[in-house]
């Protein structure tokens, strides 16, 4: 992936969003962000599954007790039952590692590739969630190709 070509990095970017909206739509594939701002960006974005905030006020061992209390740690064909989507600067970097490792100490299986993806896509314009709300213009047509991409694998082919 070519750092200045923004069309690619958007289109990468637009194609992972889009199959985390899809799983958070359609399995309940829980988002886990740092704050509200963050929760409305994904929801402009479409997300209309769940998404959990972080700074509610509550203990990290509380959280941590209610995700997995309400998500399990794994779904029936063994996938993460939810991704850690904190901002890509230094604050959101220790915050992913704390909740992650105490998510894993409970065998929760955490899904991390959609920040990785984000945080190397989107570097040059943004390192925080909540601004992926005003880059949707750019990420919308890629998330939709997704979508329709995934509901087209899903059909049957043929057969009996």
Known sequence: MDPTNA????????KALGEARHRNREEG?????????????????????????????WGMDRLVA??????????????????LLMDWD???????????RRLESFDV???????KVLMKALKPETRVVESLGGLSGALAP????????????????GGN
């Open 109 to 115: 299986l955490i899904d991390e590739d959609l920040r």
């Open 29 to 57: 594939f829980a988002i886990i962000v740092e704050g509200p701002r963050d929760k409305v960006a994904l929801q402009r974005l479409g997300f209309e599954g769940p998404i959990e905030v972080v700074n509610r006020g």
């Open 142 to 157: 890629y998330m939709s190709m997704t979508s329709i991409l995934r509901h087209d694998d899903s059909k049957p082919t």
């Open 7 to 14: 069309i690619e990095r958007f289109e990468v970017a637009g």
């Open 90 to 100: 230094r604050t959101g970097g220790k915050l992913q590692a704390n909740l992650r």
């Open 66 to 83: 209610y995700l997995y209390e309400t998500y399990g740690t794994r779904t029936k064909d063994r996938r993460s039952t939810m991704t």
